[in-house]
């Protein structure tokens, strides 16, 4: 049984930083892409950044560009996303997400989801 587990959400302050880990099992870690999503109240499940499994080329949505970094330890089975600089639109339930496809920025390219952690950035 393939799991996620997502950790490291909490509640900072504006310009804070948080470190978001995901630990996989049941599956062979380092053939997959990770992802990381997030979800605001009322709104859709959006793309925040991914990392292939082969070379480790990552992405990142616009906004986050400069101030979120994703990385992976195929020897632990872990994705982080490293948050620095943090606004009030950063708000929302963090998820990370394995997969096998291409497209990497939209949910269909992912196998298997976290149950989430939330972050909340208060002003």
């Known amino acids: 049984q393939v799991r996620l587990v997502e950790s490291g959400g909490g509640l900072v302050q504006v310009g804070g930083s948080l470190r978001l880990s995901c630990v996989a099992s049941?599956?062979?870690?380092?053939?997959?892409?990770l992802g990381w999503f997030r979800q605001a109240p009322g709104k859709q499940r959006e793309f925040v950044a991914a990392i292939r499994w082969s070379a480790g080329i990552t992405y990142y949505t616009d906004s986050v560009k400069g101030r979120f970094t994703i990385s992976r330890d195929n020897a632990k089975d872990t994705v982080a996303l490293q948050m620095n600089s943090l606004k009030p639109e950063d708000t929302a339930v963090y998820y990370c997400?394995?997969?096998?496809?291409?497209?990497?920025?939209?949910?269909?390219?992912?196998?298997?989801w976290g149950q989430g952690t939330q972050v909340t950035v208060s002003s």
């Open positions: 049941g599956l062979t870690f380092s053939t997959y892409s």
């Open positions: 997400a394995a997969g096998l496809a291409t497209n990497l920025r939209t949910p269909p390219g992912y196998n298997y």
